[in-house]
């Protein structure tokens, strides 16, 4: 679920940021160099970011719930 919930939000990560420079190349660079104006450009623009925004939003949900599956894998045996 982890590695399902990385490649949901590089998905619709992505095409938020593709939809940011098709509104202008400010907001494109916007969503690259600075945290979270990606998100923000979502919201104002949500009519056409719904599908992007939403596939973002589960791929988080599914981040924090596999990551305890993942915590074996960084634990280093006592002894």
């Not at 400010?26 to 009519?47: C, D, E, K, T, Y």
């Not at 981040?63 to 045996?77: C, E, N, R, T």
């Amino acid at each position: 679920m982890y590695y399902l919930g990385i490649a949901l939000c590089l998905i619709g990560g992505l095409w938020i940021v593709v939809n940011a420079f098709r509104k202008s190349i400010w907001w494109g660079l916007g969503s690259l160099l600075i945290p979270f104006v990606a998100l923000v450009f979502a919201i104002m623009n949500f009519a056409a970011n719904k599908i992007p925004l939403v596939i973002y939003v589960v791929g988080i949900i599914l981040l924090f719930v596999g990551m305890p599956s993942m915590s074996q894998y960084g634990a280093v045996p006592a002894g």
